[in-house]
C-alpha cells in the first residue's frame, strides 16, 4: 500500500529467497504449517494505522461500558452457556478488509472480531523470520504501541499463566495436532512454556481437571481455551460427550472464558456505529427488505471459518431463513486490490490482536496477522493455484 516500500519489496524478490523463508518458517516445527504462506507482507502507513486503531478503540469503548453484559445476553448459545464467567475477555481479534469506498479512497472496514486467540504466539516467529530474508523499512513494525519481541511475550506469558506455574496451565483443543493452526499451538509451548492438551486427555475428579505427562497426573489451575465451542457440536460423539464436562462448574480459572468468544462476535455488530463498521441489522428486526441485494450479505450467527455465509445474496435466501435471530443482514463491502503484485493484484485482511491484562481497564493492540487474496473470498478455497496469497502479516509505519 505504501508506493515506493512496495516497488522495493517487489524488485528484490526471487524464488530462491521465498523457498528460504519458507524452509525456515517450517524448520522450528516440521510440517506444522498447513496453510499457504504468502509472498509478501503489507506495508501500511500511519494514517491507515490510526484509521484501524480509532475504529477498534472506539469498539473498546462499548465493549467496556456497564451495560455490555446485558446488551450481549443473548448472544451465547443456551446450551453453549459456561459457568464462572470472567469479568473481561483477556483477548480480542478485529479482523478489516482493506476496502475502497464510493469516492476511490482505500479505508478499513470491520469485517469481524472475536473474544478468542489467534496465532498469537506464530506470528512472533513469522516475523522475526520475514525480516530475516527480506527488507522491511527500519521505521516499520508488525508490533503495536511500541511492543517488541521481548515485551510482547512477557505480556502474553503474564495473561496466560497468572500466578500459576506453567504445568498448571494448559492449552486445550480437540485434537491439536490434527488442526491447521497446530503450528501457533506448538509455538504457544516454546515462547509461554505450557503444554498442549487435548481434549480427550482431560481427566475429571469432582470439580478438579487434570492431565497426565510422564505418568504423573498433573492438576489444571486454568485452561487456555482453543476450543471452538461450534466446532465441538461437530465432533464425533464421543467428543461431544467428553465435551459436556467443560459446561460443569469445575475449579479452573478460563482464559480467556469460552463466553466471550460469543459476545465479542458478529452479534456486536448491529450496535456498532462507525463509518469503519459495515451497516448490520439482526435479520429478525428487519424491517424492509433491501431491493438491491447484492450490496448485502447475510451471515449465520453461530458458525465458524465463514461457514454459511451467502454472498450473491436473493430474497429467496433471505425467505428461506428458519431462525432470523440467528442471522445478520450486513452491507456489503468492497475489497481493493491494492496489492501489487508480478500479476494480478492481492486483496487484503488485516487481524490486530488486543490483549487486557487483568485488573486494567482495558485491552491494549499489541500485533497482527494479515491475510491476502486474489478470490471472491479470503480463504483457500477461493484462492487455490493462485501465487501471492495466503497467511501473512502487516508492518505498520511508525
Not at 77 to 86: A, D, Q, S, T
Not at 120 to 141: C, G, L, M, N
Not at 199 to 204: D, N
Request: hydrophobic fraction near 40%; charged fraction near 25%; include cysteine.
Amino acid at each position: 500500500m505504501v508506493t515506493a516500500v512496495r516497488q522495493a519489496f517487489n524488485q528484490q524478490f526471487n524464488q530462491a529467497s521465498y523457498q528460504k523463508y519458507l524452509a525456515e518458517l517450517d524448520a522450528k516445527f516440521l510440517g506444522a504449517i498447513e496453510f499457504r504462506i504468502a509472498e509478501t507482507p503489507i506495508f501500511i502507513d500511519k494514517v491507515f494505522k490510526e484509521k484501524v486503531l480509532n475504529t477498534c478503540e472506539s469498539i473498546v469503548d462499548i465493549i467496556i461500558k456497564p451495560d455490555f453484559l446485558s446488551l450481549t445476553e443473548k448472544a451465547i448459545p443456551p446450551e453453549l452457556m459456561v459457568p464462572n464467567e470472567n469479568k473481561h475477555t483477556h483477548f480480542i481479534a478485529f479482523d478489516f478488509g482493506i476496502c475502497e469506498n464510493e469516492k476511490g479512497e482505500l479505508e478499513p472496514q470491520l469485517i469481524e472480531m472475536q473474544g478468542f486467540p489467534t496465532l498469537f504466539a506464530y506470528q512472533i516467529w513469522h516475523d522475526e523470520v520475514t525480516r530475516k530474508y527480506f527488507s522491511i523499512p527500519e521505521q516499520y513494525s508488525a508490533f503495536l504501541n511500541g511492543f517488541d519481541k521481548a515485551s510482547y511475550i512477557e505480556l502474553l506469558k503474564e495473561i496466560i499463566i497468572g500466578k500459576h506455574l506453567p504445568e498448571e496451565v494448559v492449552l486445550l483443543e480437540i485434537l491439536p495436532h490434527n488442526q491447521k493452526t497446530k503450528i501457533d499451538f506448538y509455538c504457544t509451548t516454546e515462547y509461554i512454556g505450557i503444554p498442549v492438551v487435548c481434549l480427550t486427555q482431560i481427566i475429571k475428579e469432582g470439580n478438579y481437571l487434570f492431565y497426565e505427562k510422564d505418568n504423573k497426573k498433573i492438576a489444571i489451575k486454568r485452561i487456555y481455551n482453543r476450543i471452538i465451542f461450534d466446532d465441538l457440536q461437530q465432533q464425533h460423539a464421543d467428543i461431544q460427550e467428553k465435551g459436556k464436562l467443560l459446561f460443569e462448574p469445575l475449579n479452573v480459572e478460563w482464559i480467556p472464558h469460552p463466553n466471550w468468544f460469543y459476545r465479542i462476535s458478529k452479534y456486536m455488530l448491529p450496535f456498532i456505529q462507525h463509518p469503519f463498521v459495515p451497516e448490520t441489522v439482526f435479520l429478525n428486526e428487519l424491517k424492509n427488505i433491501p431491493e438491491q441485494l447484492e450490496n448485502y450479505v447475510l451471515k449465520p450467527l453461530f458458525s465458524f471459518a465463514g461457514q454459511g455465509v451467502v454472498i450473491d445474496l436473493t430474497k429467496a435466501d433471505i425467505d428461506a431463513v428458519k431462525d432470523p435471530e440467528n442471522w445478520i443482514l450486513q452491507k456489503k463491502v468492497k475489497y481493493a486490490a491494492v496489492i501489487q503484485t508480478p500479476d494480478e493484484p492481492a486483496k487484503a485482511e488485516i487481524r490486530i490482536f488486543y490483549f487486557w491484562r487483568e485488573g486494567e481497564a482495558r485491552p491494549v493492540a499489541t500485533n497482527n496477522l494479515a491475510r491476502l487474496s486474489k478470490g471472491k473470498m479470503i480463504g483457500v478455497r477461493y484462492n487455490k493455484d493462485k501465487e501471492w496469497v495466503g497467511g501473512s502479516l502487516a508492518y505498520f509505519e511508525s
